[in-house]
């Protein structure tokens, strides 16, 4: 079941995604706005992409609360499972919002119209300054608490960034430009949707491993084998799985006693082994020890 430290950590990244709610739906109002004003269809995709960020931030929030509930009959390891869902679901809006922008931007681009107007810059540049440092924050958390979710939602932000940096690109090509180069900022948006979905590729592959298990960095492995080789009693490391469940780590491990010893030693030792590698590191929720004989010697 989650322990202390794993509510601690759901609780962060819950706070986290909630104030990245509320600035992207400040942001996603503000460029929307002056899309509209100021005749900038790279700025309209911008608004599209933070409103995609109020919608993923949400699903982001849904998955950590449901990561945090306690194991139950029907789940028995936990709904850690959630979180690595909800992380392929943004990464997969990503990619929604790109080809929404790929279709709009193509249809601005033959589509004849005004180049846009100058505070649109200003706009963009206050946006891109958000969003950075929401990135930063957001993404300290999750690497701190190794959210796969809440990494992938401040991802969702810097590209946030990068599409507004480049609508700030494509709006002063098409400023300084001038006639003829009405349509660069929609060239711009384009660009900024080739960058979404390269990110929504590289973010949804963690997402998906997580979920089918697959094996942490060698690292991990290698430190848990020291830390349970470090236990008074255990001889060697027969096997060692590790794997990742939303918030927290579940270690099997296969560990050599000394065959002579008597069977409730054998069982003392892989009690020590299990409150070793929980004291080691609090991430990890559960550990299956199984006890293997020395072998006999001919």
């Known amino acids: 079941m989650p322990n202390r430290n794993s509510k601690t950590s759901a609780e ?6 909630l104030i990245g709610i509320i600035v992207s739906i ?4 503000i460029k929307g706005t002056a899309g509209v004003l100021g005749n900038s269809y790279a ?23 449901i990561a945090s509930k306690p194991a139950d009959i029907d789940h028995p390891y ?10 392929m679901m943004v990464a997969s809006a990503l990619f929604i919002a790109a080809v929404i922008i790929i279709i709009q931007s193509t249809h601005e681009i033959i589509t004849p119209h005004h180049a846009p107007a100058f505070f649109t810059l200003i706009v963009l540049v206050a946006v891109v300054i958000t969003k950075e440092l929401l990135f930063r924050f957001v993404i300290k958390i999750g690497e701190n608490i190794e959210s796969t979710s809440v990494k992938i939602d401040a991802w969702h932000h810097r590209s946030d960034a990068i599409t507004s940096f480049a609508a700030f690109i494509g709006i002063s090509v098409a400023l300084i430009g001038g ?6 900022d929609d060239y711009a948006a384009l660009f900024a949707s080739g960058i979404i979905i390269f990110n929504a590729y590289r973010l949804f592959k963690p997402a998906f491993s997580e979920l089918m298990d697959t094996a942490p960095p060698i690292h991990v492995l290698d430190e848990v084998k020291s830390a349970a080789g470090k236990v008074n009693g255990v001889m060697a490391i027969d096997k ?10 579940f ?3 296969h560990v050599v006693v000394d065959r002579n010893l008597p069977v409730h030693i054998g069982h003392l030792i892989g009690h020590n082994v299990k409150d070793e590698l929980i004291k080691f590191n ?13 072998p006999v010697k001919i």
Do not use: W
């Not at 962060?12 to 995604?17: L, M, V």
């Not at 794997?243 to 780590?249: I, P, T």
């Open 78 to 87: 936990g709904h850690g499972k959630a979180e690595p869902i909800a992380g």
């Open 26 to 29: 400040f942001l996603a109002i």
């Open 282 to 294: 609090p991430k990890i929720s559960d550990v299956l020890v199984h006890i293997e004989p020395t």
């Open 12 to 17: 962060k990244g819950i706070r986290s995604t």
């Open 179 to 184: 006639k003829g180069y009405e349509e660069a």
């Open 240 to 249: 060692c799985f590790v794997r990742k469940m939303g918030l927290e780590f």
């Open 43 to 65: 700025l309209i995709a911008d608004a599209i992409e933070s409103t995609s960020d109020v919608f993923t931030s949400f699903i982001v929030l849904t998955g950590l609360k």
């Open 251 to 253: 270690v099997d491990i």
